[in-house]
């Protein structure tokens, strides 16, 4: 029997896990012992991988699809001849933005980054990531704040953090095994503290639940930090030493009164001093923050807030401190700066004459080759497509007809395409209807690559079974498109995905996330390691779990962190007679994987999951509208759509809140095409919507 250690390509824990392998079968999945993130532990989507990805069919070819509506399957090179052709044919005849991709957070850091070397070097075109619909808000808020994308904590300071404060965060189905980290927490008196409109998971396990108005968190922080400063609950050498901006920030907060964000909030004044006070008592407070804040109409300047609230009480860079954003997917970390699509591989910006220098050296081609702007974003593409201005598509490893905001905007969008390729391991999702290519991959367990956690921690994928006939990777895949696009020399150095990682490796040295002393054999069966880990500085950098900002050194040109602000907006969508009530939506349960293509192929998961769409419906809410529970109730939205529901009445919603898991494509029927301004991230998380029910 053989053992394979790599990792778990769900959530952006990254466990990493022992495949336990006879016959080119795997007879048992053990989570890997030692290792820092999830030392024996894992959750049952880890577990029960294997058996997901059993479910994937081998040796399947690519389908094109002909003219009547069929589709026949060719051979691979002959895929990558049609694909390749097709683009090429757009381009000569709409221009070179006429073809678009969308990448994810899900595939290695080496797919990725050869996606984009592809699409947006050769082709010159864009590509954005489902990251875009999840992480892009925490992105923009690191890099203004701190200089660069760069989460500073280390898992560890879950442990040593005595006041744990989640932010729009419900890491007890969503990161299961963080939240074993915070149960080892063994600091006497630690306390747990839960900001959420619902009584989530998360919140029914804390010592502190804060129920606030969906949406009303940028008013909640601005209050509590002009408390803070009232009360001279300051870090005064913090702030003066690492910081700039705060004199600024303080007249600003000024108007933010306990009155004014008792109202806005719908807390009362004496929770939010309740607040104030737990955040000076502790010694090392870490704040923690998710889906609730990145998704919003103000969401990169709510993270910013927090990320003042951090800084001006001198909790960051410390053991147990931080203003920490929690990724999403496996890879989301990766793709942030590996993909080659908000900015250069390693980081940086396309116009720097010297990262262009360096990255044309790095990757031997012409400077001219290298993408010369930021990609336009996912809004924007799927806009593009309406528009009739984008002709082509190319999707991998996401399914966006289900998982994007307004999602019949999607399916509106693909009808226009001329060119519809999607690569996926399973051809029954929802975004495969009606592509023109299919090209079928095989899953991550007869894969291999780099995988970049939450906390930066560098993972092995190695390939678990051994694959068959015909079976390639999302790598090969697009590689294979990228040799019938004639780019020849330009992919030297990419033939493997070791190949691949050894280029990004040079494209990150002196760059914040310096990974250049580690090495592909080193990676596997290994501890991982997080970046920086710069060559030469091994020995600095031996510890395994390590955080930023010890030094109280960020990455902007002052080498300060930023106090970042601006006024509380009005809500652009706010509820109103005619909808009444505010859809909010996220994860339902620990087995579900966002659209279910891969956690309904698990039988256990399946067995105990709802099988249609359904919410939360507040007691009295439902008593008032004569709802009984598994009722069918139709939902409209804002937005124009409506959608039916099976309603669960429950104490922990608030009266005017209904709560949609997002694992039915009902869900996002309703959402809106409402973003952030600066992150374009969709605001999943708050539509009005108004009740009908069915008879
Ligand atoms: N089982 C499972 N685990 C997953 C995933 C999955 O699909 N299934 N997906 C992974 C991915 S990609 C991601 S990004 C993460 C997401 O992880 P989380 O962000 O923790 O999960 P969500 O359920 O999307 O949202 C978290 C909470 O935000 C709250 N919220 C909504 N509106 C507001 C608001 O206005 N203010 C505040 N403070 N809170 C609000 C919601 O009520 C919810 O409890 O989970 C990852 N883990
Ligand atoms: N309303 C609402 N909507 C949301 C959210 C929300 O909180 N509320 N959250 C958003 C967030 S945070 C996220 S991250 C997105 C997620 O949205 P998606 O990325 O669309 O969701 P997934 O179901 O993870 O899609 C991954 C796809 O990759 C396929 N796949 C798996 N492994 C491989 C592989 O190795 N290769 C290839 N090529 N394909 C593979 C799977 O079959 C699946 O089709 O949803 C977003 N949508
Ligand atoms: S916690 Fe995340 S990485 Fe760990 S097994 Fe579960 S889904 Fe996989
Ligand atoms: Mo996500």
Redesign the pocket.
């Known amino acids: 029997m053989k053992k394979v250690q790599s990792t778990c390509n769900y959530c952006s824990i990254d466990c990493n896990l022992d495949f336990y392998v006879e016959g080119n079968q795997v007879v048992k999945t053990v989570p890997t012992r030692g290792y820092p993130v999830n030392d024996g532990f894992c959750c049952i989507k880890g577990l029960s991988l294997d058996k997901q990805q059993a479910t994937v069919k081998p040796g399947r070819l690519p389908k094109i699809r002909q003219e009547d509506g069929s589709y026949q399957e060719v051979p691979w090179e002959e895929g990558f001849r049609h694909v390749a052709g097709k683009l090429k044919e757009l381009q000569e005849k709409y221009g070179a933005e006429s073809v678009a991709g969308i990448s994810t957070g899900q595939l290695t850091l080496e797919e990725f980054a050869i996606f984009g070397h592809v699409m947006r070097n050769y082709l010159k075109t864009n590509v954005d990531g489902n990251t875009r619909?999840?992480m892009a808000t925490a992105v923009v808020a690191h890099k203004q704040s701190f200089g660069f994308d760069a989460p500073g904590f280390t898992l560890k300071d879950l442990e040593l953090s005595d006041t744990i404060i989640f932010i729009g965060a419900n890491p007890v189905v969503a990161h299961p095994v963080l939240w074993g980290r915070v149960r080892q927490n063994s600091v006497p008196g630690h306390k747990v503290i839960v900001i959420d409109p619902r009584r989530s998971e998360t919140a029914m396990n804390a010592d502190y639940w804060y129920g606030l108005k969906w949406r009303s968190d940028l008013l909640l922080c601005y209050t509590i930090a002009n408390q803070l400063i009232e009360k001279d609950y300051l870090d005064h050498n913090f702030i003066q030493g690492h910081t700039e901006h705060f004199e600024e920030f303080k007249e600003f907060v000024k108007g933010y009164t306990l009155e004014r964000g008792a109202e806005g909030t719908g807390l009362s004044p004496g929770q939010i001093t309740e607040l104030v006070e737990l955040i000076h008592a502790g010694k090392r407070v870490s704040f923690w923050w998710t889906m609730g804040v990145n998704q919003g109409y103000e969401a990169v300047r709510t993270a910013q807030a927090i990320i003042n609230l951090a800084l001006m009480t001198g909790n960051i860079g410390r053991p147990g401190t931080g203003a920490n954003s929690i990724t999403?997917?496996c890879n989301a970390m990766g793709s942030r700066t590996f993909s080659n699509t908000a900015a250069f591989f390693g980081g940086g910006d396309f116009t720097n004459p010297a990262r262009r220098g360096r990255i044309a050296q790095v990757l031997g081609v012409e400077e001219s080759m290298l993408a010369e702007k930021p990609t336009k974003t996912y809004n924007q593409i799927i806009e593009g497509i309406l528009a009739g201005e984008i002709k082509g598509l190319w999707i991998l490893c996401t399914n966006p007809r289900h998982s994007w905001t307004n999602n019949e905007t999607f399916a509106e969008a693909v009808k226009k395409l001329e060119l519809f390729v999607v690569q996926d391991i399973y051809d029954t999702i929802e975004s495969a209807e009606g592509c023109t290519v299919f090209f079928p991959v095989v899953p991550g367990i007869k894969k291999e690559g780099t995988y970049i956690n939450l906390e930066r921690r560098l993972s092995a994928m190695r390939p678990v079974l051994e694959r068959g006939e015909n079976e390639i990777s999302d790598y090969e895949a697009i590689l294979g498109v990228g040799r019938a696009l004639g780019m020849g020399d330009a992919l030297k150095g990419w033939e493997t995905p070791q190949g691949c990682f050894r280029l990004m490796r040079e494209c990150s040295r002196n760059m914040p996330c310096d990974f250049t002393g580690v090495t592909w054999e080193k990676l596997e069966n290994s501890h991982g390691v997080q970046w920086p880990y710069p060559e030469g500085k091994e020995e600095e950098n031996r510890e395994e779990q390590r955080r930023l900002y010890e030094d109280g050194i960020f990455f902007t040109p002052s080498k300060k962190a930023q106090f970042v602000f601006e006024e509380v907006r009005e809500n652009p969508l706010p509820a109103t007679k005619e909808f009444p009530y505010i859809l909010n939506t996220g994860r339902g349960s620990v087995g579900q994987w966002h659209t279910q293509s891969r956690t309904k192929e698990v039988k256990f998961v399946e067995d105990v999951s709802v099988k249609k769409a359904y919410l939360y419906m507040n007691t009295r809410l439902a008593k008032e509208q004569g709802i009984q529970e598994m009722d069918q109730v139709r939902v409209v939205s804002v937005n124009g759509q409506w959608a039916d529901f099976a309603v669960k009445v429950t104490e922990n919603v608030q009266y005017e809140e209904l709560y949609a898991p997002i694992h039915y494509i009902e869900c996002n029927k309703l959402t809106p095409s409402l973003y952030d301004p600066y992150s374009k991230e969709p605001s999943y998380k708050a539509t009005p919507v108004r009740l009908e029910k069915k008879r």
């Open positions: 619909l999840c999403g997917q």
